[in-house]
């Protein structure tokens, strides 16, 4: 079945760690992008990636560091120098073609910093 | 700024239809997305308008006015499982997406 797989999905660290949350694609897609989701809130774009070997920053890249080496893989690091990074993490991917490009989504990490 | 306003909340009763409303001010416009999301899991692609009109698939439904930057989501025969948050995100003119911060629907039997 092709999708996008996110791990774990519950995450606890200790403040001051740095922690990488994982995003898995096999739906061939070309871009890729990191969200984050608080209560109360819309998702806010932390990274996007369109092509292998290329990524941008969002709306709140601080704290937050991504790469994209392969097509099927956008790993996130959350930095220590992140000041609030407990949050619902999401990936997402898309064909990266055209106007209507929908974007699905893994089912989300949740990270807990202690 | 650019900024996507829906309800907080809203309750509905089992069977019967609900209607959720959408109002967008972005910098330009590509398209209106309507996503389901259940509580912890991630959001689901519902529907997608560019053009004026009501776009119907199944029990739900898409409206959308762009000029007067408002759209709305039908479901009808509401049931258990459509218990959810709906969210509302607008493709800007840089074909960034901008999300509003959901409503969250209760279906009371």
């Known amino acids: 079945d092709g999708g996008i797989t996110q791990s774990p999905k519950y995450l606890f660290r200790k403040e001051g760690q740095n922690v990488t949350l994982s995003c898995e694609q096999n739906l061939n897609h070309d871009a890729m992008y990191w969200y984050r989701q608080d209560p109360g809130q819309g998702l806010r774009l932390i990274y996007y990636?369109?092509?292998?070997?290329?990524?941008q920053k969002g709306d709140i890249a601080e704290g937050y560091s991504v790469s994209r080496e392969k097509k099927e893989s956008f790993p996130l690091t959350v930095t220590s120098a992140q000041k609030n990074p407990t949050a619902f993490y999401l990936c997402a991917s898309s064909t990266g073609q055209g106007i209507t490009d929908t974007q699905y989504f893994g089912p989300g990490t949740r990270l807990t910093v202690l | 700024g650019q900024n996507i306003d829906q309800p907080t909340e809203m309750t509905a009763t089992e069977g019967a239809i609900v209607q959720i409303n959408c109002t967008y001010q972005t910098s330009g416009f590509n398209g209106l997305f309507w996503y389901q999301q259940h509580a912890g899991e991630a959001p689901t692609f519902l529907s997608y308008n560019v053009l004026d009109g009501l776009e119907e698939k199944g029990r739900f439904s898409s409206f959308l006015s762009r000029s007067k930057g408002y759209s709305y989501l039908l479901l009808k025969e509401l049931q258990m499982k459509d218990s959810a948050s709906y969210l509302c995100?607008?493709?800007?003119?840089?074909?960034?997406?901008?999300w509003g911060a959901g409503t969250k629907l209760i279906i009371k039997p």
């Open positions: 990636s369109q092509i292998v070997n290329d990524f």
């Open positions: 995100a607008v493709l800007d003119s840089n074909y960034q997406l901008i």
